[in-house]
Nanobody
Framework: QVQLVESGGGLVQAGGSLRLSCAAS????????MGWFRQAPGNEREFVGA????????YYADSVKGRFIISRDTVKNTVYLQMISLKPEDTAVYYC??????????????????????WGQGTQVTVSS
């Protein structure tokens, strides 16, 4: 089992940038495919991006492709979400999540809206216009 804690959220102007962190404890995060999701008020939770256990593969939602980058530091047991060119529509609570199993299993979960296995508490990102 792994525990996930997000940090780095805040208020930023449109066009600005933020870097979110997801610190893992318990079982090492490199045992899992890691993902970022977000939920805006009144909306369903949506997928943002994911990174494979080795960090070689990444996968992004079209809405963030080219603006957000996921990376992981296996020594620090931390996953990051670098966000640039932020837009007001990026405003949401951002959640880090871990998926057991393979990369293809995680992609299948994303494609079918199935839950990842472990979730953090979330961090608020607010982008002002």
């Amino acid at each position: 089992q792994v525990q996930l804690v997000e940090s780095g959220g805040g208020l930023v102007q449109a066009g600005g940038s933020l870097r979110l962190s997801c610190a893992a404890s318990g079982r090492t995060s490199s045992s899992y495919v890691m993902g970022w999701f977000r939920q805006a008020p009144g909306n369903e939770r949506e997928f943002v991006g994911a990174i494979s256990r080795t960090g070689v593969s990444t996968y992004y939602a079209d809405s963030v492709k080219g603006r957000f980058i996921i990376s992981r530091d296996t020594v620090k047991n931390t996953v990051y979400l670098q966000m640039i060119s932020l837009k007001p529509e990026d405003t949401a609570v951002y959640y880090c999540a871990a998926s057991q199993g393979s990369w293809s299993t995680a992609i299948a979960k994303i494609s079918t809206n199935h839950e990842f296995d472990y979730w953090g508490q979330g961090t608020q990102v607010t982008v002002s216009s």
